[in-house]
């Protein structure tokens, strides 16, 4: 099976390349690395519409696209390959992407287009930036397991693996997202030259966590594997507007 692998830290990354290491120990599998040429955290589902992208090749199997994780996924499939991959890894990223974040993340968007694609895909982060070894790991499982039980249609996997060595994992939970605080903070300074300019800076954030959310899962030690569909509705709410005047003012 071809297996594209891709993220939004750069094809250079530490993630990407134990990813790619662990999963090339299979011999059923076949790893092709797409992924941008810089760093690209919190690009989102960004599309570069209004400039050319280069697609090139790096070693044999990794390429680096002047643009975003989602340009990666879609070049890869729609003609940049020889062949187009069958299902879509995205990571492994250094830091978690639970809760409201995944609305920033570009490794969550890369399996998001993968899934739009129609290809299993699945997002992993590492929640630190040390045992990737056992991050590689487990998204070797959950690809296999994804890739023989199938999931739902437009739904993918968001993976967050606490940063520990494998034999201290309590094990893997299913979880739902959870619900972040947001304490960012967007430092003010000027400039050598007296102009302004701001610095979106972020502190720790806190959580409103569940028992059966990501954030609690990995705090306590396990695997989160939320699944994450890609209608955005909330279908409750459709009932909550029913009593709205809606008529054409
Ligand atoms: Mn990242």
Known sequence: MRVLLTNDDGYFAAGISVLRRVLSRNPDLDVVVVAPDREQSGSSHALTLHRPLRFDEVE???????GTPTDCVLLATRGGLPEPPEAVVSGINAGANMGDDVTYSGTVAAAMEGT????PSLAVSLVGGTHFETAAEIAAKLLSEACTKGLPRETLLNVNVPDCSRDRLKG????????RTYHDEVIAKRDPRGRAYFWIAGDTPTWVASDDSDYAAVMSGFVSVTPLHLDLTHHAAIEALADWNLELP
């Open 60 to 66: 044999p199997g990794v390429y680096k696209v002047d």
């Open 116 to 119: 739009l694609l129609g290809l």
């Open 172 to 179: 893997v939970r299913v979880t739902r997202q959870s619900k």
